[in-house]
């Protein structure tokens, strides 16, 4: 080691050289500091920097740097870097990671776009997510499926299903999704007419029975009104009426009864039902025409009643008419007319059952 005691320098007592090391000392014998203006090469070894650095700086820096700016066009950190306080729009404009960043607060995004390639997926269940799996279309999956999409048209999908035109969406309860389903084209109403047009003297009995006595009132057009499954309406035959779907139907039996008078005389018509096509029967419902007059003179008179059934099986509910006479049968009869409805039944369907 060398020691050299300069006496022309003030407050420094030695500088002393070992192994390369230059190092200087004051008269306490503390290193004392070295102010250096210019080194265009070598290494410099300190324990602290202080001032301005300018330059490149090649190799680790072990430390803190603290105050001031660090100005730099790029720069590379291969470990961890830690910013206690806020990395600013201002201060950073692009991140560029191939790896994951984690926000343990959130993100907020003041302005601008989010932008992803594919999907948003939920932490720690990574089968429930919203994709963007093509081209204007966007997915929600639950489960690993995909329960939800809207396509480029505005259209709604359940799964990948979009139904039908016509077709709407019901609900299966919160056990199962949603599907599309066509819903039922039969008619909310169905209006049919029918009239007598065979008549019938003292008949205590069916009403129609020879199979031909009743017409569909068509003398202005208005028989038959109904859409869809109904549009067919009531059909007949051998006096029975059959309805043309299910439903909730209205029966309603107008009769127009003429009889010579006497007391006592009296007409009743009657609604007859089936539940077993005709097997058995029974009065649904019925009215009565009353003869007040004087002896021998002709009454004219009418009278109606109605019923309303649930029709479940088209095959075997079914009904007629008939009328039956109160005593000396030989004077009573049903009137008709092929051109008016006398006696008629008018047939309504009220709606589903």
């Known amino acids: 080691m060398t020691v050299i005691r300069p006496n022309s320098i003030s407050g420094v007592s030695s500088i002393t050289g070992s192994g390369g090391d230059i190092s200087i000392f004051r ?23 202080k001032g301005a650095v300018e330059g490149n700086i090649t190799g680790n820096i072990t430390g803190n740097l603290s105050g ?12 961890n870097l830690g910013i206690g306080g806020t990395l600013t729009y201002e201060d950073v404009t692009n991140i560029d990671s191939v790896g994951v960043i984690t926000a343990r607060n959130g993100i907020n995004i003041s302005s601008g776009s989010l932008t992803i390639p594919d999907s948003i997926i939920h932490s720690g269940d990574t089968n429930t997510k919203i ?30 299903s979009f139904g039908t035109t ?49 017409e569909r009132d068509d003398t202005y057009g208005n028989g038959l009104l109904g859409t869809g499954a109904a549009s067919a309406g009531m059909s007949v035959s051998n006096g029975y009426f059959s309805f043309p779907t299910t439903g909730f139907y209205s029966v309603k039996f107008y009769g127009h009864h003429s009889m010579s008078y006497s ?6 018509g009657y609604i007859v039902y089936t539940a077993n096509n005709f ?8 009215y009565t025409v009353n003869c007040i007059g004087n002896t ?24 007629k008419l008939a009328v039956g006479y109160a005593q000396n049968a030989t004077s009573g009869r049903t009137t008709v007319d092929t051109n008016a409805n006398r ?3 008018i047939v309504t369907r009220l709606g589903d059952t």
């Open 27 to 49: 008269a306490d014998g503390t290193a004392a500091d070295v102010t250096v203006n210019n080194i265009t090469s070598g290494v410099i070894t300190a324990t602290t920097f």
């Open 68 to 79: 001031g700016t660090i100005n730099a066009t790029s720069g590379t950190i291969t470990g």
């Open 131 to 160: 994709r963007f799996p093509e081209a204007d279309a966007v997915t929600i999956e639950t489960n690993g499926s995909e329960r939800l999409r809207i396509n480029s048209a505005g259209s709604w999908g359940i799964g990948a």
């Open 166 to 214: 016509g077709q709407v969406l019901t609900s299966r309860g919160n056990s199962s999704s949603p599907h599309w389903t066509t819903p039922s084209t039969q008619p909310a109403l169905m209006a049919d007419t029918w009239r007598l047009i065979t008549q019938f003297i003292n008949a205590q009995t069916t009403l129609g029975s020879g199979g031909s006595d009743w």
């Open 263 to 268: 007391d006592g005389r009296s007409i009743v």
């Open 279 to 286: 097997s058995s029967s029974e009065y649904a419902t019925y």
């Open 296 to 319: 021998g003179q002709i009454i004219h008179a009418s009278s109606s009643c109605e019923k309303i059934f649930d029709i479940t099986d088209v095959s075997n509910q079914k009904f």
């Open 343 to 345: 006696t008629y039944v």
